[in-house]
């Protein structure tokens, strides 16, 4: 028998839709219950603990569940709202019908009134995903030749799991969200992919490499995983 088992659960508390997800073990002893720093919901049980009696426990800690929740919520996008950008900030700025679509105006980023729900999100979305296929590539392809390593292609990607990858064939993918970085994070993202060009692992040697080019790499490692996105989009892990 597996000694865990994990699934995926809703219930509705105090009018509000709660998903959580839930994970079984035969060492557990006790329920528990966690909210994540991305507002996840995670429920630990018992292996044998039946489906109502979980949502018993959610219902009783409902109130410290909705609270904690609502901390850890990011703010949607609005009219004024601050944007990460590198180095930088952005300022939103929603415009009506005055662009087609969202452009860079000094520190302003001008965003027509999207007329469907969600859109904002993807339409600022797409900006920066545009614009991290106009700046990484060649930030990837300036570090390799310092590195002395190779690179067949760099692809943007939207990654919901990692901030990163490498092939063994030399394509690095990075995820489009590092633009909300600033510039030395996602100089740490990229070293640590051309890193794998020479070792397609993670071994002492691979970090050794890594803190040979980046003497501070553990501190960039943990601002990267530590940094919350400014809306809730695709979730990239560390």
Not at 100 to 114: I, K
Not at 148 to 174: F, P
Request: charged share 20%.
């Amino acid at each position: 028998m597996k000694r865990m088992f994990a699934t995926t659960g809703a219930l509705v508390i105090q009018g509000e839709e709660v998903v959580y997800r839930l994970t079984r073990s035969v060492l557990r002893r006790r329920l528990s219950l966690r909210v994540s720093a991305d507002g996840a919901v995670e429920v630990g049980v018992p292996w044998l603990v039946g489906k109502g009696s979980v949502e018993a426990f959610l219902r009783e800690h409902g109130a410290w569940l909705l609270a904690r929740r609502a901390a850890r919520r990011v703010p949607s996008l609005e009219d004024g709202f601050l944007l990460p950008f590198l180095d930088g900030a952005l300022t939103l700025r929603v415009v009506g019908e005055e662009t087609a679509r969202p452009r860079r105006l000094g520190d302003e980023l001008q965003v027509p009134a999207p007329l469907t729900h969600g859109g904002l999100e993807t339409m600022v979305a797409g900006w920066y995903r545009r614009e991290a296929a106009r700046h990484l590539p060649e930030r990837v392809h300036k570090r390799a030749q310092e590195m002395g390593v190779s690179v067949t292609r760099v692809s943007i990607r939207a990654q919901k799991s990692r901030w990163g990858s490498c092939s063994a064939q030399g394509g690095i993918n990075l995820n489009w969200q590092l633009m909300l970085h600033p510039s030395r994070v996602v100089d740490y993202v990229i070293v640590h992919e051309l890193c794998h060009r020479v070792h397609m692992n993670h071994s002492p040697a691979f970090w050794a490499l890594v803190g040979s080019i980046l003497p501070d790499y553990p501190l960039l490692r943990k601002q990267l995983r530590t940094i919350q996105l400014p809306w809730h989009s695709h979730h990239a892990g560390g």
